[in-house]
């Protein structure tokens, strides 16, 4: 079984940091794609930032040049580190990730974090 265990998340003011952390844990056999979505009241989930396993990323143009995406690939953890907080920033964090567990062929699948909230404050 493999699970995304978020940490990292809070309150902080308007041009603030937060740094999430994702480490994905159980039986893996590769990770390709590791990223970040979130999801604000009443809007649906939107892409944030992902990172592959070669280190080559993608950000959302709403975080470009705020948000750094990164990645330990010995310990399947990946990091979004958020500087220059907006309140419009504002909402659930969920990390994601494209990997194969054990057991499951070659097939790559889409795994979940239960979500981490972020609040900015004004």
């Known amino acids: 079984q493999v699970q995304l265990v978020e940490s990292g998340g809070g309150l902080v003011q308007a041009g603030g940091s937060l740094r999430l952390s994702c480490a994905a844990r159980?039986?893996?056999?590769?990770?390709?794609?590791m990223g970040w979505y979130r999801q604000a009241p009443g809007k649906q989930r939107e892409f944030v930032a992902r990172i592959s396993s070669g280190g080559s990323t993608n950000y959302a143009d709403s975080v470009k040049g705020r948000f750094t995406i990164s990645r330990d690939n010995a310990k399947n953890t990946v990091y979004l580190q958020m500087n220059s907080l907006k309140p419009e920033d504002t909402a659930v964090y969920y990390c994601?990730?494209?990997?194969?567990?054990?057991?499951?062929?070659?097939?790559?699948?889409?795994?979940w974090g239960q979500g981490t909230q972020v609040t900015v404050s004004s």
């Open positions: 159980g039986s893996i056999v590769n990770i390709n794609y």
């Open positions: 994601n990730a494209d990997l194969i567990a054990l057991g499951s062929g070659s097939l790559y699948r889409d795994y």
